[in-house]
């Protein structure tokens, strides 16, 4: 009982870090473009996970791997952090944050469809149940309710949106064959991820200095979204009797993000948006039920 009390400080912890990076992302894309966000808080993550696996006496793992597991974190290094967070910040540079963040949040459904054709899982009901739900979710938000106003928002922010759950989801779904350390195995996706990150950068906009602003939002966002959240999640799961019981408070996450967006950001938020955000997470949950009791 005492662990799982932690267990869910952790959890909530995580939730609610997890729950103001999309304020953060749209208020650091003010000062930098996507390419220099993505580049100078990848430096941060690094520094942040060397420095949590050097206390723990395991930074020495990064250095014991075998040619095949550094190739791995090569590819994922490509897939995540460099591609999945260059088309993520993209998005949330060209759409609402309140737009972004949930059709972003639909990759727990993504990841379910590309386990059909990867991981030979079979299709089932639940899946397809789910889909047109969550689906339905998305059209709601990105059209505010009428296809009129589809041309409000920017499709291109949308299609990137939705595209980086594709790239999350394929990300995830090699790192279930990946039995390394996870923060091991993080911090090296990230130290092979940097060097695509870097010459996409100098063959785009070059590099120059962020400035205080643009390096405090870079700071933040390399530390609670790349970073320490991801240990603490971790932790969470360890110490929980059923992991389930700390995976659903990840659905208070959207949630509180709103209301984040509408304070700290200074968004309106659209009727609509909770609507959609609603049927979005009624969708993970029918999925998610489902998975459960099959």
Same mark, same amino acid.
């Given at each position: 009982?005492k662990n799982q009390k932690k267990a869910y400080?952790?959890?909530?912890? /995580?939730?609610? %870090?997890?729950?103001?990076?999309?304020?953060?992302?749209?208020?650091?894309?003010?000062?930098?473009?996507?390419?220099?966000?993505?580049?100078?808080?990848?430096?941060?993550?690094?520094?942040?996970?060397?420095?949590?696996?050097?206390?723990?006496?395991?930074?020495? %793992?990064?250095?014991?791997?075998?040619?095949?597991?550094?190739?791995?974190?090569?590819?994922?290094? #490509?897939?995540?952090?460099?591609?999945?967070?260059?088309?993520?910040?993209?998005?949330?540079?060209?759409?609402?944050?309140?737009?972004?963040?949930?059709?972003?949040?639909?990759?727990?459904?993504?990841?379910?469809?590309?386990?059909?054709?990867?991981?030979?899982?079979?299709?089932?009901?639940?899946?397809?149940?789910?889909?047109?739900?969550?689906?339905?979710?998305?059209?709601?938000?990105?059209?505010?309710?009428?296809?009129?106003? #589809?041309?409000?928002?920017?499709?291109?922010?949308?299609?990137?949106?939705?595209?980086?759950?594709?790239?999350?989801?394929?990300?995830?779904?090699?790192?279930?064959?990946d039995s390394r350390d996870p923060a091991a195995?993080?911090?090296?996706?990230?130290?092979?991820?940097?060097?695509?990150? #870097?010459?996409?950068?100098?063959? /785009?906009?070059?590099?120059?200095?962020?400035?205080?602003?643009?390096?405090?939002?870079?700071?933040?966002?390399?530390?609670?979204?790349?970073?320490?959240?991801?240990?603490?999640?971790?932790?969470?799961?360890?110490?929980?009797?059923?992991?389930?019981?700390?995976?659903?408070?990840?659905?208070l996450s959207p949630f509180l993000s709103l209301?984040?967006?509408?304070?700290?950001?200074?968004?309106?938020?659209?009727?609509?948006?909770?609507?959609?955000?609603?049927?979005?997470?009624?969708?993970?949950?029918?999925?998610?039920?489902?998975?459960?009791?099959?």
């Amino acid at each position: 009982m005492k662990n799982q009390k932690k267990a869910y400080l952790y959890g909530l912890i /995580t939730v609610l %870090l997890w729950s103001t990076v999309a304020s953060a992302f749209k208020i650091s894309l003010r000062y930098l473009s996507p390419i220099h966000l993505l580049f100078y808080s990848s430096l941060v993550s690094i520094t942040v996970l060397s420095l949590i696996l050097s206390a723990q006496g395991r930074l020495g %793992l990064i250095l014991s791997y075998s040619r095949k597991e550094y190739l791995s974190s090569l590819r994922l290094g #490509f897939l995540n952090p460099f591609l999945y967070y260059l088309i993520l910040f993209n998005a949330y540079d060209l759409l609402p944050a309140q737009v972004a963040q949930p059709l972003n949040y639909t990759w727990a459904l993504t990841l379910a469809f590309l386990s059909i054709p990867m991981l030979k899982q079979k299709i089932h009901l639940r899946e397809i149940a789910a889909g047109l739900i969550c689906y339905l979710g998305v059209v709601i938000i990105s059209s505010k309710g009428t296809f009129m106003h #589809f041309a409000s928002f920017n499709l291109m922010g949308v299609a990137l949106a939705l595209a980086s759950t594709v790239v999350w989801s394929l990300s995830w779904i090699y790192n279930t064959r990946d039995s390394r350390d996870p923060a091991a195995s993080l911090l090296l996706a990230f130290l092979f991820g940097l060097p695509f990150i #870097f010459i996409a950068a100098l063959a /785009t906009k070059g590099l120059h200095s962020p400035g205080l602003k643009g390096l405090l939002g870079a700071l933040y966002v390399g530390t609670f979204e790349m970073g320490i959240t991801f240990v603490f999640w971790l932790k969470a799961l360890r110490l929980s009797e059923n992991t389930a019981r700390v995976g659903n408070l990840i659905f208070l996450s959207p949630f509180l993000s709103l209301i984040f967006i509408h304070f700290i950001v200074g968004e309106r938020i659209y009727a609509t948006t909770i609507v959609g955000l609603v049927l979005i997470i009624t969708g993970l949950m029918v999925q998610g039920v489902g998975k459960d009791a099959g």
